[in-house]
Every structure is written in C-alpha cells, then in structure tokens.
C-alpha cells in the first residue's frame, strides 16, 4: 500500500516515537520488536527535537526514510539518526535488534574533544556493525535495566564508544549542509554551550543574525516549540538530571543553572514538572519513574 510523507509542518515531534514526555533517564534502551511489533511493524515518519537514536540490526532489514529518501538495510548494521531529521522504518516481520535513544545532550558530552565528530553525527548514517557494537548494545541494554554502582560512568562509555564508532562511519559517506546550515541546530548547539549563563533569548537571536520574532516563528515552524521554550526546556532537562543523579543540593543546582534566587528556580521547576525540586528527587530515590 503506498504511503505518502505529511508537510512538514503536520509530521510529530516526539520525544520517543508516541510519547511526548522529556526522557526521564540518562538513555532508553528497547527492542526494535518492543514499539514496532504492535504497529505492524511500520513507524511513520517522526521527528525528535532534542534526541538522538542508534539501532543494531541483529536479524531481519527493513527500510529506512530519511528526509524524503529511502534507503534499504539488512541484518548486521548499525543506524544513526540525529535530531529533527524526519524518520520512518518500515521493518521486515520478526526483525530483532535493539534502539538506544539519548539527549543531544548526552551525545554532545560523548564527542567533547573530538576532532570535529559531532559535526558528523548532523546526518542519518547507516553502516556495517562489527561484533564489538552488538556487544555494547547489549551492555547498554543491561545497564538501563539496573541500577548498579557506577551506572552513569558504564552508560557514559558505551555511548561514547557507539557515538565514535558511527562518527568514524560518517567520514567515509558524504557530508551533508542539511543540519549545520539551518538556523534552528545552530541555536540548539548555542543553547547547549550556554544554557547554563542566563542569556535571554535576545542573546542567541543576536548570535544567530535574526530577530527574536524570527527565531521564536522558525523554532515554531520546525519543532512546534516556541524559542524560549527550547531554552527553557534543556535547563530542566538538566536541573532533572542534577536532582536525579547527583547529591548537590537544590540551591546548588539553581545557582549552577544560572537562577540567583533558589525560591525562584523552584516555583519554575514546580510549573514546569508539577512537582517541587525536593519532590522530584524523592520520587527518584524511591524508585519511582519521575513524573514530567
């Protein structure tokens, strides 16, 4: 049955494929089978706004859209698929393997001191995958089960080894002005480098040669998100993962995001998680998944 790709502007933006809560832990890690099988083994296309993903495709293929294009795959590669880039898969029945989806955030911290890596991880890669990357998968797959000593530090270099793996991959397929040409990633890449300075919007705006109105109307356009809610977006995000995953006290991560005043960062924490910073950190040490 032919498919057709929506304009744009309709295609989803989700955080993962159906669900638009912020993602709750450092990765996701799932079968391909776990979300695929139910749909008939067809994502329709989609987009992510702030997550990256990496399958391994153990057995079975399928085909890939990317943007447009269509590219067939079979068992036995690795795919990458960074931010915004418009992504669909229909799958072969029964195809096993695993999707590891992680923050920009995540990946811009596994390629800091690269030569120039995260520039190639702007464009969708397919590659062959070598027995090691099955083995990391896997790794990956047991770390986000369990909560054992040193589990950001594991999930960190697995990351970082797939993240290296696939940019390496990216030097031997052409480059492409998709991504670092467009406004939006450029703001993004200047949100993560500064996120954490209390720059108001009129500051990237400035950065990036266009007005605020202009900023706010093509991150509406493209993510469905305002601008300023973008920046507001991933100094949660990381105030989410200072509370869940460190010890530092709640005036400490306000102060270290940018907010002079404590009692202020918790009523925005409040508005924006419905529960207070203290709450938050609570439900996590008591196991129970954080509410967004």
């Given at each position: 049955?032919?498919?057709?790709?929506?304009?744009?502007?309709?295609?989803?933006?989700?955080?993962?494929?159906?669900?638009?809560?912020?993602?709750?832990?450092?990765?996701?890690?799932?079968?391909?089978?776990?979300?695929?099988?139910?749909?008939?083994?067809?994502?329709?296309?989609?987009?992510?706004?702030?997550?990256?993903?990496?399958?391994?495709?153990?057995?079975?293929?399928?085909?890939?859209?990317?943007?447009?294009?269509?590219?067939?795959?079979?068992?036995?590669?690795?795919?990458?698929?960074?931010?915004?880039?418009?992504?669909?898969?229909?799958?072969?029945?029964?195809?096993?393997?695993?999707?590891?989806t992680l923050p920009v955030a995540s990946l811009s911290d596994?390629?800091?001191?690269?030569?120039?890596?995260?520039?190639?991880?702007?464009?969708?890669?397919?590659?062959?995958?070598?027995?090691?990357?099955?083995?990391?998968?896997?790794?990956?797959?047991?770390?986000?089960?369990?909560?054992?000593?040193?589990?950001?530090?594991?999930?960190?270099?697995?990351?970082?080894?797939?993240?290296?793996?696939?940019?390496?991959?990216?030097?031997?397929?052409?480059?492409?002005?998709?991504?670092?040409?467009?406004?939006?990633?450029?703001?993004?890449?200047?949100?993560?480098?500064?996120?954490?300075?209390?720059?108001?919007?009129?500051?990237?705006?400035?950065?990036?040669?266009?007005?605020?109105?202009?900023?706010?109307?093509?991150?509406?356009?493209?993510?469905?998100?305002?601008?300023?809610?973008?920046?507001?977006?991933?100094?949660?995000?990381?105030?989410?993962?200072?509370?869940?995953?460190?010890n530092i006290g709640v005036a400490q991560v306000a102060y270290?995001?940018?907010?002079?005043?404590?009692?202020?960062?918790?009523?925005?924490?409040?508005?924006?998680?419905?529960?207070?910073?203290?709450?938050?950190?609570?439900?996590?040490?008591?196991?129970?998944?954080?509410a967004q």
């Amino acid at each position: 049955m032919p498919r057709s790709t929506p304009r744009s502007i309709d295609l989803p933006t989700y955080a993962l494929y159906g669900e638009r809560d912020a993602l709750p832990d450092l990765c996701h890690v799932e079968s391909i089978a776990e979300r695929s099988r139910p749909l008939d083994w067809i994502i329709a296309p989609h987009r992510h706004s702030a997550l990256v993903q990496f399958l391994h495709i153990a057995r079975g293929g399928g085909t890939a859209r990317f943007d447009g294009e269509t590219r067939r795959f079979d068992a036995g590669v690795m795919i990458f698929v960074p931010r915004y880039c418009v992504h669909g898969f229909d799958f072969d029945a029964h195809t096993q393997g695993t999707v590891v989806t992680l923050p920009v955030a995540s990946l811009s911290d596994a390629m800091k001191g690269g030569e120039g890596g995260l520039a190639r991880l702007s464009a969708p890669i397919i590659t062959e995958a070598e027995p090691m990357h099955e083995a990391v998968f896997g790794a990956l797959a047991r770390e986000h089960n369990r909560r054992a000593p040193f589990r950001t530090e594991m999930i960190a270099a697995q990351v970082r080894l797939l993240a290296v793996s696939v940019a390496r991959a990216g030097t031997a397929q052409p480059a492409t002005r998709q991504e670092t040409d467009a406004v939006v990633p450029r703001f993004l890449d200047l949100i993560e480098a500064h996120f954490r300075e209390a720059r108001d919007l009129g500051y990237y705006a400035e950065r990036l040669g266009r007005s605020k109105s202009h900023l706010n109307r093509l991150c509406t356009t493209t993510l469905q998100r305002s601008a300023s809610g973008l920046l507001r977006d991933r100094v949660m995000l990381e105030a989410r993962r200072e509370l869940a995953y460190t010890n530092i006290g709640v005036a400490q991560v306000a102060y270290g995001l940018g907010f002079r005043d404590p009692a202020y960062f918790a009523r925005v924490f409040r508005q924006e998680s419905g529960l207070s910073p203290r709450a938050f950190r609570g439900r996590v040490q008591d196991g129970k998944e954080p509410a967004q």
